[in-house]
């Protein structure tokens, strides 16, 4: 049972390029979402999904895009990189939206913008 | 401009004691909490939740005590062991709003053999 999978774990980018971090879960979540965390800071949220077919905008969504064609999988495109986008991202999933017993955590990507 | 890193609290305790870690939330209407155990270079793990209707829950030498009075919550941790060092944070859910979770900076927690 892989739980949550996250690939890359580590990518260097410079300015202007794009990349794709890949999220999939085995569990048949039908929430997942994407977080960046930053040092000091909690975790916010960048775009989030309820289903196959649907996504939403959460509290950071500027630069990155998402979609969501199957239950399993959550890609998070980043567009246009920038430096400010360096970050660890975590992707997340649950049975439920309101995280009932919480959220299963992907181990991250981390990523520097050059 | 350049961004400065921000220092996480951090709370020092020798093995075999007890650990608080402490809480603050902001919206007095979250009904939900939950507190996550994030060890290094590792994605957050669920610990404990306690729901509002609550002020007590306890776990496996975890307790998360709820006092909405005062919004604060708080995990107590018995008998700490070196595998315990990690960052807590509680995370405040709405279950109405499932867009709002909120999640704290977080406190690191370091154990001294």
């Known amino acids: 049972n892989a739980g949550v999978t996250q690939t890359p774990k580590f990518q260097v980018l410079k300015t202007g390029q794009s990349m794709t971090l890949q999220c999939a879960q085995d569990?048949?979540?039908?929430?997942m979402s994407w977080y960046r965390q930053d040092p000091g800071m909690g975790l916010r949220l960048i775009h989030y999904?309820?289903?196959?077919?649907?996504?939403d905008q959460g509290e950071v969504p500027n630069g990155y895009n998402v979609s969501r064609s199957t239950t399993e999988d959550f890609p998070l495109r980043l567009l246009s990189a920038a430096p400010s986008q360096t970050s660890v991202y975590f992707c997340?999933?649950?049975?439920?939206?309101?995280?009932?017993?919480?959220?299963?955590f992907g181990s991250g990507t981390r990523l520097t913008v050059v | 401009g350049e961004s400065v890193g921000l220092h996480l609290p951090t709370l020092s305790v020798q093995e075999g004691d007890n650990s608080i870690i402490n809480c603050a939330y902001s919206?007095?209407?979250?009904?939900?909490f939950i507190w996550y155990k994030q060890e290094s270079g590792k994605g957050p793990q669920f610990i404990i939740d306690?729901?509002?209707?609550?002020d007590k829950r306890q776990g496996q030498r975890v307790t998360v005590l709820l006092n909405k009075t005062v919004k604060h919550l708080s995990l107590q941790i018995a008998a700490t062991q070196p595998g315990d060092s990690a960052v807590y944070f509680c995370a405040e859910i709405r279950k109405t709003s499932y867009d709002k979770v909120i999640f704290g900076p977080g406190t690191s927690l370091s154990v001294i053999p």
């Open positions: 997340a999933s649950s049975e439920r939206p309101t995280g009932d017993y919480g959220y299963t």
């Open positions: 569990m048949n979540h039908e929430y």
């Open positions: 999904s309820v289903g196959a077919g649907i996504t």
């Open positions: 919206n007095s209407a979250s009904d939900y």
């Open positions: 306690i729901r509002s209707n609550m």
